[in-house]
C-alpha cells in the first residue's frame, strides 16, 4: 500500500494557499445539485461515458500497483523506481488515449481529466495544452474549467502594470462568477483566500475576504462553513454565534467530526447568545447563487477598487502549475 499511498498524496498535493486545498480535479462543489437540471444531467452522462471508458485501464493500473507493493522487484530500488515510472508513464498515455477521441467530440469532462494529467508538467508543451482544455471546457460551460481559469487569470501579470493587473483580476472575478453561476464554488473560495492575506497580487484585505467567505457558506458550502467556524490560519471573525450556526450545519451533515465541536461551541454562549443562536438557527435557509447575485457583483466591484491600490506582491512561485509559470513561458 506504500505505493499507492505516495500516488494518493502526490494527486491532492498543489499549490500552497493557506486554507483552500488543490486536488488535482476540486469535486464539483457543494451547490452543483442548483444547476440547470439539462447541464447537470450533461455532466452527469459525460462523467458516467468517461468513467465506463476508463475503468478497464484504472482496474489493470491498480492492480499493477498492488503488485508491486507486494512483491517488488527483486533487482534494487532503483529498477523497483525505474519500473514504477513505467507503470506511470504507461498509464499516462492510456488515460490519453482513452480520453482524446471523447475530448474530441465534445466531452468537457474527458477535456478536465486530460488537463489534470498535463497541469502537473514540466513541459511548456504540457501548460499550453492544459490552458487550451480548459479553455474549451469552460467555453462549454463547464463549472470546473471555469474555476481553474480563476487561477491562471489571477496570476497573469502581462506587463506588470497596474492596469494590466487588474484587468486579469475583473476576467478571474467573471469566471469565478460563472463557476457559482454552475454550483461550483472553489473559485469564489480562490479569490477569498487570495485576497485574505498579502499574497497572490492582491493587497491583503481581510474584511472583504469575509464577505467572500460568508457569501459563499450561504450556499451551504461546507468548506466555507468550516473556514468561517475556525478551519483556517485567518480569523474571519465571526460572532460566537455565527461559529455555532456553522458548526451546527456541519455536524448535521458530518456528526461524528462536528458534533463534539458544536457542542464545545454552545458550552461557550452565554444565555442570551443561546436564545439568539437558536432564533438565528431556526430561521436560517441555503440560498440559491441567483438570490446572492446582487451580492457577488457589489463585492466584485469592491475588490476591484481595492486592487486598484496596488498590483500586489509577486511572491515566487514553487510549484509548476501552468497559472505559476504565466502566459510568456507558453508556445507562441
Same mark, same amino acid.
Given at each position: 500500500m506504500r505505493v499507492i499511498a505516495m500516488l494518493f498524496v502526490s494527486l491532492v498535493a498543489g499549490c500552497a494557499t493557506p486554507g483552500a486545498p488543490e486536488p488535482a480535479l476540486r469535486p464539483q462543489a457543494d451547490g452543483l445539485a442548483r444547476q440547470a437540471p439539462s447541464h447537470l444531467d450533461d455532466l452527469k452522462r459525460q462523467r458516467a461515458e468517461v468513467e465506463d471508458a476508463l475503468r478497464p485501464l484504472e482496474a489493470a493500473h491498480t492492480a499493477s500497483l498492488f503488485a508491486i507493493d507486494q512483491e517488488p522487484p527483486k533487482s534494487?530500488?532503483?529498477?523497483?523506481?525505474?519500473?514504477?515510472?513505467?507503470?506511470?508513464?504507461?498509464?499516462?498515455?492510456?488515460?490519453?488515449?482513452v480520453l482524446e477521441p471523447l475530448a474530441a467530440?465534445?466531452?468537457?469532462?474527458?477535456?478536465?481529466?486530460?488537463?489534470?494529467?498535463?497541469?502537473?508538467?514540466?513541459?511548456?508543451?504540457?501548460?499550453a495544452r492544459w490552458l487550451s482544455l480548459v479553455t474549451r471546457a469552460s467555453q462549454l460551460g463547464d463549472p470546473l474549467a471555469h474555476d481553474e481559469l480563476v487561477r491562471w487569470y489571477w496570476h497573469q501579470r502581462g506587463d506588470g502594470s497596474i492596469e494590466q493587473v487588474q484587468a486579469n483580476r475583473a476576467i478571474a472575478l467573471?469566471?469565478?462568477?460563472? %463557476? !457559482? &453561476?454552475g454550483g461550483n464554488m472553489w473559485g469564489i473560495i480562490s479569490v477569498a483566500t487570495y485576497i485574505a492575506g498579502d499574497v497572490h497580487q492582491y493587497p491583503a484585505n481581510l474584511p472583504l475576504a469575509r464577505r467572500l467567505m460568508e457569501l459563499c457558506a450561504r450556499t451551504d458550502s461546507s468548506f466555507c462553513q468550516e473556514v468561517l467556524a475556525g478551519g483556517s490560519s485567518y480569523d474571519y471573525g465571526q460572532s460566537p454565534t455565527e461559529v455555532h450556526l456553522w458548526l451546527s450545519r456541519l455536524a448535521a451533515r458530518a456528526p461524528v467530526r462536528f458534533a463534539p465541536r458544536r457542542d464545545?461551541?454552545?458550552?461557550?454562549?452565554?444565555?442570551?447568545?443561546?436564545? %439568539? !443562536? &437558536?432564533?438565528?438557527?431556526?430561521?436560517?435557509?441555503p440560498a440559491p447563487w441567483s438570490e446572492l447575485r446582487p451580492e457577488w457583483r457589489d463585492i466584485q466591484r469592491d475588490i476591484a477598487r481595492h486592487g486598484e491600490t496596488s498590483a500586489g506582491v509577486l511572491d515566487d512561485c514553487t510549484t509548476s502549475k501552468p497559472w505559476c509559470r504565466g502566459r510568456s513561458t507558453l508556445p507562441q
Open positions: 534494487g530500488a532503483e529498477d523497483a523506481d525505474a519500473h514504477l515510472e513505467d507503470l506511470l508513464r504507461a498509464h499516462r498515455e492510456g488515460r490519453r488515449l467530440r465534445g466531452s468537457s469532462e474527458a477535456m478536465m481529466r486530460l488537463a489534470s494529467d498535463l497541469r502537473d508538467g514540466s513541459s511548456p508543451d504540457d501548460w467573471a469566471f469565478a462568477g460563472r %463557476a !457559482a &453561476e464545545l461551541a454552545w458550552s461557550r454562549l452565554t444565555v442570551e447568545e443561546r436564545v %439568539a !443562536a &437558536e432564533r438565528i438557527e431556526e430561521a436560517w435557509r
